[in-house]
């Protein structure tokens, strides 16, 4: 599903179509056996929040071919799409989203110590967070940050002119 602004805003709209997709999903598990909800975030993430596009996503099983029909609002469209991975670097950061940043930062850290870089959209997997019920407690929301990653292109050394 695709979704444009604030996450904060249409992230919980678009988390509820999304919920309401899958669950009428014939084929995708329920309850335990379930996926965590992801969403993948642009590559430029110092662009105003309220200019994001979102993609927000369940895991179905691969015989899955078609998703019901539901009501999205203009603006959102909901399909069946594979998610690239490869390689990926990941951290499980314990706390609220808008404190991810030293974590992020970490794991990019990690990720160059190790002579490789990150690529594409940042991408979050929500393990535990806001229900549908109630906001829960954000110091203990449980979300790994993950990006794609690949060997980095050798630097140049200095030409000697």
């Not at 110092?46 to 029909?69: C, F, H, N």
């Not at 979050?124 to 407690?137: I, Q, R, V």
Request: charged share 25%.
């Amino acid at each position: 599903m695709v979704a444009a602004g604030d996450p904060n805003t249409a992230g919980k709209n678009a988390f509820g179509l999304l919920f309401k997709a899958y669950f009428k999903t014939r084929g995708a598990p329920k309850g335990p056996n379930q996926s965590p909800p992801r969403a993948r975030w642009p590559e430029d993430l110092s662009i105003p929040k309220d200019q994001w596009v979102g993609r927000y996503a369940m895991v179905v099983p691969q015989g899955v071919t078609e998703l019901p029909q539901v009501d999205a609002p203009e603006g959102v469209t909901v399909s069946l799409t594979t998610w690239e991975y490869g390689e990926v670097a990941e951290i499980l950061h314990i706390g609220p989203y808008d404190k991810e940043q030293p974590t992020m930062e970490k794991l990019k850290a990690f990720v160059a110590e190790q002579g490789y870089e990150t690529f594409g959209p940042h991408e979050e997997e929500y393990l535990k967070g806001p229900t549908m019920f109630s906001a829960g407690d954000p110091a203990k929301y449980c979300t790994i940050l993950r990006y794609r990653v690949r060997k980095a292109a050798p630097e140049e050394p200095p030409s000697e002119e």
